[in-house]
């Protein structure tokens, strides 16, 4: 099975007590089990994220079936996804350069070590 590296950056809300909120609801324990499964089940093998002051990056390892249309509609059509996703909204502010309701951006690989 073929893979690829997809990575992403959002912004939070620069404010300490509501980054430690949303760090929080990521950790093993908090992470809701219907999120993690609806991930899975669009075809991401694994995903990290990691934060550096306000700003998040996400690595995802995806398999063949994953694209990013797809698993919108599988998101837009699942209600816990949904009510994550708002209550997400709470901490998260789209990144610069982010269009109308984007929050999270693919990033550009400029150097891999060969």
């Known amino acids: 099975m073929n893979?690829?590296?997809?990575?992403y950056a959002c912004d939070l809300?620069?404010?300490?007590?509501?980054i430690e909120i949303y760090k929080r609801y990521h950790s093993k324990d908090s992470a809701w089990p219907e999120i993690t499964k609806s991930i899975k089940d669009s075809g991401i093998l694994d995903m990290e994220?990691?934060?550096?002051?306000?700003?998040?990056?996400?690595?995802?390892?995806v398999d063949e079936s994953y694209t990013s249309e797809r698993k919108q509609k599988m998101d837009a059509s699942n209600?816990?996804?949904?009510?994550?996703?708002k209550l997400m909204w709470q901490?998260?502010?789209?990144p610069p350069g982010a269009k109308d309701g984007e929050k999270w951006l693919p990033l550009e690989r400029i150097f891999k070590l060969e």
């Not at 893979?3 to 990575?7: D, E, H």
């Not at 809300?13 to 509501?18: F, Q, S």
């Not at 901490?91 to 789209?94: E, P, R, T, V």
């Open 13 to 18: 809300v620069d404010n300490p007590a509501l």
């Open 91 to 94: 901490f998260q502010q789209a």
């Open 49 to 61: 994220i990691y934060i550096l002051a306000n700003r998040l990056f996400m690595i995802m390892e």
């Open 79 to 85: 209600l816990k996804v949904q009510e994550w996703e």
């Open 3 to 7: 893979s690829k590296k997809l990575c």
